[in-house]
């Protein structure tokens, strides 16, 4: 299974472990996750939002760009988001669990290839609501298996990710500006984190969700 929280939660993880943050551990809520980090001790690197913005108190909040290599290499992030960390937590359950977006879409694909396993795809959505941009990151990856492996999607929700990516993959940035997740990043003055979560194929890297504790660590490649 495959969770999508492009903008931003999955596009954040799979940035962090692509400068080397070692693991990024799962909360529901925001306290959880801080009283985790408290406990973790040195090396502890506490990240999220609420509503959209860094909670007080937090080292960083949902912005993937602000992970960098220099600061952030070799530490443990403890995260809670809105919507990105609740749906990998329900989605504990499945037999191999990776976090997705459009700027892993394609090393999420070679990794789905490579296990020949059923594939779900799961769109975290905002508040139950489904968001266009998750559904744009299922199609990003949809597009790569299609190409790569002789498969037929099914079901009518599949067929339109799949086509709606591929009316819009020439245009992501500007198409993410417009959804409801974008503008929300936008009237909180974080514009610059929508390029970003844009990238398609940019990250060649596999984040993969393991338990006890809950945790998303980078695949070796």
């Known amino acids: 299974m495959v969770v999508f929280d492009v903008l931003r939660a999955t596009t954040s993880i799979t940035a962090a472990l692509a400068v080397g943050v070692k693991e990024v551990r799962l909360f529901g809520d925001l306290d959880s996750a801080a009283q985790a980090a408290e406990a973790f001790g040195d090396g502890a690197l506490l990240c999220g939002e609420s509503q959209t ?115 819009h993959q020439h245009s992501l940035p500007q198409v993410l500006e417009q959804t409801a997740g974008g503008r929300h990043i936008i009237a909180a003055g974080l514009r610059d984190d929508i390029p970003f979560c844009a990238r398609l194929d940019d990250l060649p890297i596999v984040g993969s969700v393991h338990d006890n504790p809950l945790r998303v660590v980078k695949l070796d490649s």
Do not use: W, Y
């Not at 007080?56 to 990105?84: C, E, I, V, W, Y």
């Not at 490579?114 to 795809?121: C, D, E, I, S």
């Open 53 to 167: 913005v860094k909670p007080p108190g937090f080292d960083l909040g949902n912005s993937p760009g602000d992970f960098q290599k220099n600061l952030h290499a070799g530490r443990t992030a403890f995260m809670a988001t809105t919507n990105g960390t609740k749906a990998l937590i329900a989605a504990r359950e499945a037999q191999a669990l990776f976090a997705g977006a459009l700027v892993n879409a394609a090393a999420i694909s070679r990794e789905l290839i490579g296990r020949q396993l059923p594939v779900t795809l799961l769109c975290a959505g905002t508040r139950c609501q489904i968001a266009l941009e998750d559904v744009l990151g299922a199609g990003a990856v949809l597009h790569h298996l299609l190409t790569d492996v002789d498969a037929e999607p099914t079901g009518d929700g599949t067929m339109m990710s799949l086509q709606l990516f591929q009316l």
